[in-house]
């Protein structure tokens, strides 16, 4: 495994080039400084303009309640905009998580759209067995209920946060995209290769059970004139910044790291995310604490030893999520310990261990 000579990626990372040993999200974030963020700004506040009027709402905020989706709301408010909050809920929602979103209804309206709890069960069960990702059900309620909702009452745009190819990194030849649609999510949305239609008939589930997980069709979007667009292509996202603003306004914060991260200010409220991120580190030899140390990296905040460090330090095994035992956020999904870490050992890009 290699590592980029400016942050501490791997080349096992899904989705990343390297040119002459640095990675595609340090080259995406060196572009930043070329970027006129004041013109990019007068664009976003001409887009809401030219879409204002029409109904209650001019646009929708896909929100978990953490420190993002907090400071977007706060951002659109700012500059005029009649935003409509959307959660689509999450597998295991944690008490800090709960009072965080409740914390939003503050600013916005906010809708919460749950889908089936049994049938989220069986999608994060199949998603560890069959992609080794028990936050596969998230990612496509994420991206898909709030779209539907804006198609539903014809609400022009929905504004997502972080655009991940620019935070993150992205193939070689694949540029960034600005809109988000059908196609976006099918490759870079979390479903790692298994589509929906593949799950219905499996463990009973049925096309009807998994409608509120379908992105809408391109011509569903068209037909409600909307579009989907990320907030940090019109300003200079800093998540870290992010987290003193949601503060600010009320945002609770751990007095400690999550498991498995660097942070007490992300990744509060749903409980599977520390066990989904242990399989991504097992997987591909990163996990969220690498990338938190990346985008300190990148400004300054940390030296490339130290991230290198830190996030070292926190890739083990997490024996808890939010404080809960981890054999409790199991039992909820109807697993074991032991085959969750049968299925960890599947995974391990390391081979079987001693």
Same mark, same amino acid.
């Given at each position: 495994?290699?590592?980029?000579?400016?942050?501490?990626?791997?080349?096992?990372?899904?989705?990343? #080039?390297?040119?002459?040993?640095?990675?595609?999200?340090?080259?995406?974030?060196?572009?930043?400084?070329?970027?006129? &963020?004041? !013109?990019?700004?007068?664009?976003?506040?001409?887009?809401?303009?030219?879409?204002?009027?029409?109904?209650?709402?001019?646009?929708?905020?896909?929100?978990?309640?953490?420190?993002?989706? /907090?400071?977007?709301?706060?951002? =659109?408010?700012?500059?005029?905009? $009649?935003?409509?909050?959307?959660?689509?809920?999450?597998?295991?929602?944690?008490?800090?998580?709960?009072?965080?979103?409740?914390?939003?209804?503050?600013?916005?309206?906010?809708?919460?759209?749950?889908?089936?709890?049994?049938?989220?069960?069986?999608?994060?069960?199949?998603?560890?067995?069959?992609?080794?990702?028990?936050?596969?059900?998230?990612? +496509?309620?994420?991206?898909?209920?709030? /779209?539907?909702?804006?198609? =539903?009452?014809?609400?022009?745009?929905?504004? &997502?946060?972080?655009?991940?190819?620019?935070?993150?990194? /992205?193939?070689?030849?694949?540029?960034?995209?600005?809109?988000?649609?059908?196609?976006?999510?099918?490759?870079?949305?979390?479903? +790692?290769?298994?589509?929906?239609?593949?799950?219905?008939?499996?463990?009973?589930?049925?096309? !009807?059970?998994?409608? *509120?997980?379908?992105?809408?069709?391109?011509?569903?979007?068209?037909?409600?004139?909307?579009?989907?667009? &990320?907030?940090?292509?019109?300003?200079?996202?800093?998540?870290?910044?992010?987290?003193?603003?949601?503060?600010?306004?009320?945002?609770?914060?751990?007095?400690? *790291?999550? %498991?498995?991260?660097?942070?007490?200010?992300?990744? =509060?409220?749903? $409980?599977?995310?520390?066990? $989904?991120?242990?399989?991504?580190? =097992?997987?591909?030899?990163?996990?969220?604490? /690498?990338?938190? !140390?990346?985008? #300190?990296?990148?400004?300054?905040?940390?030296?490339?030893?130290?991230?290198?460090?830190?996030?070292?330090?926190? %890739?083990?095994?997490? %024996?808890?999520?939010?404080?809960?035992?981890?054999?409790?956020?199991? !039992?909820?999904?109807?697993?074991?310990?032991?085959?969750?870490?049968?299925?960890? %050992?599947?995974?391990?890009?390391?081979?079987?261990?001693?």
């Amino acid at each position: 495994m290699i590592r980029c000579s400016r942050c501490i990626y791997p080349d096992t990372r899904p989705d990343t #080039h390297f040119v002459n040993g640095v990675c595609s999200g340090c080259l995406s974030f060196a572009e930043r400084a070329n970027i006129d &963020w004041s !013109a990019r700004l007068d664009t976003l506040k001409a887009m809401l303009s030219e879409n204002r009027g029409g109904g209650r709402y001019d646009c929708v905020v896909p929100v978990s309640g953490g420190k993002d989706s /907090t400071a977007q709301v706060l951002k =659109l408010k700012e500059l005029g905009a $009649r935003v409509l909050a959307v959660n689509a809920g999450t597998d295991m929602l944690s008490d800090i998580g709960r009072r965080n979103l409740d914390n939003l209804k503050r600013f916005c309206d906010l809708i919460e759209w749950t889908p089936c709890v049994e049938v989220r069960k069986k999608l994060v069960r199949i998603g560890l067995f069959e992609v080794g990702d028990m936050s596969y059900p998230e990612h +496509l309620a994420i991206w898909a209920i709030p /779209t539907r909702i804006a198609c =539903l009452m014809k609400i022009p745009l929905v504004v &997502w946060g972080e655009q991940p190819q620019r935070e993150y990194a /992205t193939p070689a030849g694949v540029p960034p995209a600005t809109r988000l649609d059908a196609a976006w999510v099918a490759q870079f949305g979390g479903m +790692l290769g298994l589509r929906l239609p593949d799950l219905i008939g499996k463990d009973g589930l049925t096309e !009807a059970d998994l409608s *509120p997980f379908w992105f809408p069709y391109d011509s569903e979007l068209a037909a409600a004139k909307v579009q989907g667009i &990320w907030l940090s292509d019109y300003i200079d996202w800093d998540g870290w910044r992010n987290a003193f603003i949601a503060q600010q306004h009320g945002f609770e914060c751990l007095p400690h *790291p999550v %498991e498995t991260s660097l942070a007490n200010y992300e990744n =509060l409220d749903n $409980r599977v995310t520390v066990l $989904r991120d242990w399989l991504r580190f =097992l997987k591909y030899g990163y996990s969220r604490a /690498t990338d938190i !140390a990346c985008n #300190h990296i990148r400004r300054g905040r940390l030296t490339r030893e130290e991230g290198l460090r830190l996030a070292e330090a926190a %890739e083990k095994f997490p %024996e808890t999520s939010l404080g809960m035992p981890i054999a409790d956020v199991l !039992a909820y999904f109807g697993l074991t310990r032991a085959e969750f870490v049968r299925e960890c %050992e599947k995974w391990d890009r390391r081979g079987p261990r001693a």
